[in-house]
């Protein structure tokens, strides 16, 4: 079966630092990699998807994630954080059927 | 893109009782379905909701506790039966437009059962 692992469960950074969001699924086949945002209060909001390609996929907000297949990893990266960064990221794969499958998330929050 | 409203936004009931949901898309879509999220978890997903069939449910998640409809295109409601202190959580409703790589989601409804 399909799951998604994201190692970090809250991650702390000043403004400006630099962010890498972890993320592994397991699937041995094609895959569909999302991360998606949630930012407080709000709904969930797609942040970037691959699905074939390049493997560097840059989202909105200057976020930008890399399918690395031979790590099964799907890292979300952004070199300079901003406190409206501050949400919860959630890595989340399709295995070619119906079903996107979600890590449990990472709050993620920015100090000023 | 679809726009997606659920009824009601959050609920307080009591042991034992039932609660219904509802979740309206704005436009017509394929497949819906309905996600837990349970405090400091992922989402999981319970059901898959096809129009004109009975849902699919996920491993763990059964029809007699989680009842489905889903009449038209555009709407689908969760119930949760017999609700107990473990049910508590944030039951998402999502759609997909053209496929899983345009999914959205709606607010969610936050049960609290007491």
């Known amino acids: 079966a399909q799951s998604v692992s994201q190692h970090n469960h809250h991650v702390i950074l000043s403004e400006a630092a630099s962010l890498e969001l972890g993320c592994n699924y397991s699937?041995?086949?094609?895959?569909?990699l999302f991360w998606y945002v949630q930012y407080p209060g709000q709904h969930l909001q797609l942040l970037l998807k691959?699905?074939?390609?390049?493997?560097l996929v840059k989202g909105i907000k200057g976020f930008e994630a890399e399918f690395i297949k031979s790590k099964f990893s799907f890292n979300l990266r952004k070199p300079s954080v901003q406190w409206s960064d501050t949400a919860e990221y959630f890595c989340?794969?399709?295995?070619?059927?119906?079903?996107?499958?979600f890590g449990k998330g990472t709050r993620l929050h920015i100090l000023p | 893109s679809a726009v997606i409203s659920q009824k009601p936004s959050r609920d307080i009931c009591q042991r034992g009782t039932s609660l219904t949901i509802q979740c309206q898309v704005d436009s017509q879509v394929t497949m819906m379905f309905w996600y837990r999220q349970q405090p400091g978890q992922s989402l999981t997903l319970i059901a898959t909701a096809n129009q004109g069939s009975e849902a699919t449910y996920e491993s763990g998640f059964v029809i007699d506790k989680f009842p489905i409809s889903r009449p038209n295109l555009t709407f689908s409601t969760l119930t949760v039966s017999n609700m107990s202190p473990e049910d508590s959580s944030i039951y998402l409703c999502s759609a997909y437009g053209a496929g899983p790589n345009e999914q959205f989601f709606g607010p969610g409804t936050r049960l609290t059962v007491l």
């Open positions: 691959y699905f074939s390609g390049d493997p």
């Open positions: 699937y041995g086949g094609t895959v569909n």
């Open positions: 989340a794969v399709n295995a070619g059927d119906d079903k996107i499958i």
